[in-house]
């Protein structure tokens, strides 16, 4: 049936009119804006953090700056813009369950943003907020309200007298001595907080639903929040006293898909060209009637799920169980179970998302380059899905079932979220099929268990401002100090001469040291930290390990010659130790050749996942989906060995400006965090990673590389193992000299070897077959004589022997021999295999029918020998630790079965 335009006024065509402004334009004249006003262009951080482990996704502009905005960092700007990938599904920003039901709630949406870091304040955030709105943009002044926080008396002035906004269309909102935070934003619970603006639109009384209250109370779509201003003034304390902070710095955020409805006036986000050519695609594959609410319903949904898919796929999330994962999972089941409403029955997604990619990869062209693996991973996910959900539907049958039993015909609180859970079932769904079945759904007790989910969800996704304790600022002082306060000169010299600039005691002879200079590496990037010596005026240390400090490399040694205390103003000479250095660049270079090989054989998606480079091997986890075999691996190494001997000089770019790193098509390394200039290390014609790691001069100082092991270590991830220079040749002469000595006690030649060795196990393969032949026949003539002496237990032949067998699988050969021999009849087989007792009962097929089955023969003579068992009802076996007792269990048997038959 061909999609029909909806005819509700908050839901417009799927193809309206030419847009007054598109997507793109309203995106550009935005940034273009702040340009402008010297605002730098930072790129939207990746929709997976990479540097936060608190964040389940980036849900906020002010995510990659929050180091800023605490002072922990400083960078080379104090102003920037950018439109933010976000997305909302979980802990404080819990949207999912809204979206497709509204017009303006969605998983993953665009945040334009711009940002001031101790620079201006509120009077220009103001101003240029309402210019853009008005001037740019064109939107109605009287159809703009504006909402404060109640004693902000600085920004209602504002308003009022310098942008003539009239008074009674500014609203004093919130009151936080009372717990009502709204126009109030903190970080957390502690830390810097302050007052917010928001800018609303008035969409009219057609979309209040005669709700007639003002803004702050009216719950309708009639008041659409734009743009919420937040203004960084305040330092809370545990106890809830506000300080003014030293910094005050502007953070905001606008909605680009609510300012695109506003601009191509539709009163819905889905009516935007962000979002019509996906509805268009779904309504034309499915034939659904886009005219129906709730088809239109699940369209919608599908439109927004599969954005969301597109962007934290391409960002390097995947559909898992855990954490991040399990959320994309829901999404995407989401997705698909509505395509099941709209009629799909094969996957579908996995070609929506060419839609995607081509509205959104003009401003976000890693989309392009992620393709083929974004589509094959939600590709693979849906089908598994669909197998999922067929369970799903099943299982829904069965509590049906138990509910008409229990006679209360309601489906369980727990039952819900269950089929939620784990087969992505929401709750109207569960609610619509109950219905159709004459039953109810315990709502309430689903709403518990969502509530206990959602408040695990909250812990995970709760955001906190760093540490302040003595962990934290150790030799770097209050947030905003000179966090290199100790210069590295490792990558230029192994030894220099230092002072230590502080110590502390860790116990059992151990403290930490900090000295300046050091040459001391610090664990960062999978590297792990430097070790080696410090000795000087009757001093002698040993360096166990270095790790990152406030204030830069901090050591943790171990005190062998002189005192602590001695140590203060002590010119001392700081030597690490070289050949532990040098093994680890060799296996950190080659991480990188790795890592490129990697992306050219296999393609663009096989991204770093995690690493680990020591003296010893490296391990690097990458995104692929299948495990590589022996041919690949081979090639891997092959190619990585052909770039050591090729000797390439290693180049190493220093303070490159981020933007210009990216264009030199610099990778960056999973898990690490990014200033303004970076450290950039190239293979020319290989490999070029930002890396702030040690480094060959050259490829050939590797020696050579050998992969040592290839294995999963999650969904969709993979983990290769390799050692290189003396431990890779010390692999390859080990193996030669294995391969060697196999040479000799077989008397082939090496090259000989694989022939030698398949013909022996031809040969071995046909002596096992010959004797278990002469097994078989064995146990034919056995079985032959026990059939030949059955005694009959009332009507029914009936056999019972202790018998001698090589093995279990000799015993069930010679019960399936006998069960076919008896015809019609029961019969136990009882033997010693491998130190423990065993029995087999065997019973005819008519005799089941009877009422006579072998699970319940093999309990009953189990308990006499000592033993458990059970199984099917035409044979069943069980097990005993005392053998003694076989004959007790052969000796019964007959008065068991016939108490069977009687019964």
Not at 495 to 513: M, N, S
Not at 585 to 593: E, G, I, M, Q, S
Request: glycine letters at 10%; charged letters at 30%; one cysteine or more.
């Amino acid at each position: 049936m061909p999609a029909q335009a909806p005819t509700h006024a908050d839901q417009p065509p799927l193809s309206g009119e030419c847009p007054l402004m598109t997507s793109r334009e309203i995106r550009e004249a935005f940034l273009d804006y702040f340009r402008a006003r010297d605002h730098e262009f930072v790129p939207s951080a990746a929709l997976i953090p990479q540097d936060d482990p608190t964040l389940l996704f980036t849900n906020a502009g002010m995510n990659q700056f929050k180091s800023l905005l605490l002072g922990q960092e400083r960078r080379g700007y104090v102003r920037a813009t950018n439109s933010q990938k976000c997305m909302r599904v979980s802990g404080k920003h819990n949207d999912l369950e809204a979206v497709g039901r509204d017009g303006r709630h969605h998983t993953f949406f665009e945040m334009l943003g711009n940002w001031s870091f101790g620079d201006y304040y509120k009077q220009d955030a103001i101003k240029w907020a309402w210019e853009f709105l008005t001037s740019e943009m064109g939107l109605d002044k009287e159809k703009l309200l504006i909402s404060i926080y109640k004693d902000d008396d600085e920004s209602f002035r504002i308003w009022n007298e310098d942008m003539g906004v009239p008074a009674e269309r500014i609203h004093r909102l919130g009151d936080i001595d009372k717990g009502d935070e709204e126009n109030f934003w903190s970080m957390g619970d502690t830390g810097p907080c302050g007052p917010c603006t928001e800018i609303h639109f008035d969409q009219g009384p057609a979309l209040a639903n005669g709700d007639e209250r003002p803004l702050g109370e009216n719950d309708s779509d009639r008041y659409l929040e734009i743009w919420n201003l937040v203004f960084i003034q305040y330092d809370r304390d545990d106890a809830g006293k506000l300080s003014p902070l030293p910094l005050q710095s502007v953070d905001t955020g606008m909605g680009l898909e609510r300012l695109a409805a506003l601009k191509q006036g539709v009163t819905s986000n889905y009516g935007t060209d962000l979002f019509t050519p996906i509805l268009d695609w779904v309504a034309r594959e499915s034939g659904c009637d886009a005219s129906d609410p709730e088809q239109r319903v699940s369209m919608q949904v599908i439109a927004d799920h599969v954005r969301a898919l597109v962007f934290a796929v391409a960002d390097g999330g995947r559909p898992g169980n855990d954490g991040r994962d399990y959320v994309l999972r829901r999404i995407l089941r989401r997705a698909a179970f509505h395509g099941r409403q709209l009629g799909f029955t094969e996957p579908f997604l996995h070609r929506c998302t060419e839609v995607v990619i081509e509205i959104m990869s003009d401003h976000y062209a890693e989309l392009g380059s992620a393709k083929e693996h974004l589509q094959r991973v939600i590709r693979i996910e849906e089908e598994r899905f669909n197998e999922t959900l067929d369970r799903g539907l099943q299982r829904f049958g069965e509590f049906a079932d138990e509910a008409r039993t229990r006679g209360d015909k309601q489906i369980t609180g727990q039952q819900a979220f269950m089929l939620h859970d784990t087969f992505g079932f929401p709750l109207d769904l569960t609610e619509v099929m109950a219905e159709e079945g004459q039953l109810s759904v315990d709502a309430a007790g689903f709403s518990e268990h969502m509530e206990e989910q959602r408040a695990r969800a909250r812990a995970a996704g709760k955001f906190r401002a760093a540490d302040r304790g003595e962990e934290w600022n150790w030799f770097a002082g209050e947030p905003g100090a000179d966090r290199d306060a100790v210069r590295f000169v490792g990558y230029e010299s192994l030894q220099v001469e230092c002072t230590a600039l502080g110590t502390r005691e860790l116990g059992a002879g151990e403290f930490e040291i900090s000295l300046d200079p050091t040459p001391f590496y610090a664990e960062s990037g999978g590297q792990v930290g430097d070790r080696g010596e410090i000795a000087g005026q009757g001093l002698s240390l040993e360096v166990l390990d270095t790790q990152p400090g406030g204030g830069g490399p901090v050591s943790r040694v171990r005190l062998l010659e002189g005192k602590l205390e001695d140590l203060e103003g002590a010119e001392l000479v700081a030597t690490v130790d070289s050949d532990k250095r040098r093994a680890t660049v060799r296996n950190h270079t080659a991480t990188h050749l790795v890592h490129a090989v990697l992306h050219d054989q296999l393609g663009s998606h096989a991204t770093q996942a995690g690493s680990l480079v020591n003296e010893e091997k490296l391990r690097f986890d990458f995104h692929h989906d299948s495990a590589l075999g022996r041919e690949l691996l081979d090639s891997i190494e092959s190619e990585v060995n052909r770039q050591v001997l090729d000797d390439c000089e290693v180049h190493r770019h220093v303070d490159v400006p981020i933007d210009e790193a990216r264009k030199m098509g610099a990778v960056a390394m999973f898990g690490e965090k990014y200033g303004d200039t970076v450290r950039v290390i190239e293979v020319p014609g290989h490999s070029t990673e930002f890396c702030g790691g040690t480094h060959c001069e050259r490829t050939g100082q590797i020696g050579m590389i050998r992969i040592t092991g290839e294995s999963a270590v999650g969904a969709g991830i993979r983990r290769i193992e390799a050692v290189t220079g003396q431990v890779a040749i010390n692999l390859a002469q080990a193996d030669h000299g294995l391969v060697r000595d196999l040479a000799e006690r077989l008397s082939a030649r090496p090259d000989e070897l694989v022939t030698r060795l398949q013909s022996l196990q031809d040969e071995l393969k046909s002596l096992r077959g010959d004797l278990q032949d002469a097994r078989r026949e064995q146990a034919g003539d056995e079985v032959a004589g026990l059939v030949s002496s059955a005694e009959l237990v009332g009507e029914v032949r009936f056999v019972a022997r202790l018998v001698q067998v090589a093995d279990r699988n000799g015993l069930m050969d010679m019960a399936d021999e006998l069960r076919e021999g008896l015809k019609s009849g029961v019969g136990v087989l009882a033997a010693a295999v491998d130190g423990k007792g065993v029995l087999l009962v065997v019973v005819t097929d008519d005799l089941i029918g009877k009422g006579v089955k072998a699970g319940d023969l093999v309990k009953e003579l189990a308990a006499i020998a000592g033993g458990t068992g059970g199984g099917r009802p035409h044979l069943a076996q069980a097990g005993t630790r005392e053998i003694d007792k076989l004959d007790d269990a052969i000796a019964a048997a007959r008065d068991v079965v016939a108490a069977r038959l009687q019964a």
